[in-house]
């Protein structure tokens, strides 16, 4: 079994993909590389014995051994960040994360939702700010999609603020600021916000919140489902170094 530890393990990573995007009903982001990942493994299995005759592939070994020793510090440093503060404030900011069937919230953005509604209940004097624009594959922008389920679900639509125009979590902050600052009347440093988003997210949220002039601001995250903490997380780390190059 040993001798064909990477077909099974290429096999298993293409078959997970496929089964998280039929459960989630919905496409999962980075689904793409990991199943060329999964093809990649397999089709080393039928060629690591020519490729260990090659010079480079030693320098390659250590490059690997390198970018995997990378890549689990990012991932420690997602995992360990601080997100679940309650305490008082006066925004709350949701981030989008997709729609299902172009339509309604994606299983994560409702997790983000109802966080929010959790905070909203210790916070009620605060504004939802909700934020996320029209994708591709979408029939409404995703803010207005969170606006219904929280309104469905009791929320004031008065106590609601839609920014629809942002097409990333960089845009989430730049966007949500501008309408922040127009109805308070106040810059951000006079203003305390909640960023509400994911565990996986709540990272690079913080570092693109500081980019973006966030300063009186801390995180309420939901939970990731079980299953999709492999591909979520994954991803994370990849978007984090992303971000912190091109993002500005």
């Known amino acids: ?28 982001a980075f689904s793409y590389p990991v199943v060329a990942l999964g093809i990649i493994i397999v089709v080393y299995h039928f060629i690591k ?21 990378c890549f689990l510090g990012i991932e420690v440093a997602i995992i360990s960040y601080p997100k679940s503060n309650l305490q008082n404030t006066d925004y709350i900011l949701v981030l989008g994360a997709g729609l299902s069937n172009g339509k309604t919230p994606s299983l994560i953005l409702q997790g983000r939702l109802e966080a929010a509604i959790k ?8 504004y939802i700010v909700l934020s996320g624009g029209k994708g591709n594959d979408e029939d409404l922008p995703e803010a207005h999609a969170m606006s219904i389920y929280l309104q469905d679900r009791g929320i004031d639509k ?10 990333n979590t960089n845009e989430n902050f730049k966007f949500s600021k501008e309408k ?16 509400i988003t994911t565990d996986f997210h709540a990272l690079r949220s913080s570092i693109l919140a500081k980019r973006n ?36």
């Open 158 to 167: 008065n106590k609601i603020l839609i920014e629809d125009k942002s097409q």
């Open 213 to 248: 002039g966030y300063v009186k601001f801390d995180n309420y995250s939901s939970t990731t489902v079980w299953y999709l903490i492999p591909i979520t997380y994954t991803r994370e780390a990849f978007a984090i170094v992303k971000s912190l190059i091109f993002d500005r």
């Open 119 to 126: 905070c909203l209940k210790q916070n009620e004097d605060a």
């Open 49 to 69: 014995d020519k490729l260990a005759l090659l010079k480079i592939f030693q320098t390659a070994k250590v490059i690997i051994c390198i970018f995997l020793v």
């Open 180 to 195: 922040i600052e127009e109805l308070s009347g106040k810059t951000l440093n006079e203003i305390s916000v909640k960023i």
């Open 1 to 28: 079994m040993r001798r064909y530890w990477d077909i099974l393990l290429g096999g298993l990573l293409i078959l997970y993909v496929i089964d998280v995007n039929l459960i989630s009903s919905t496409k999962i």
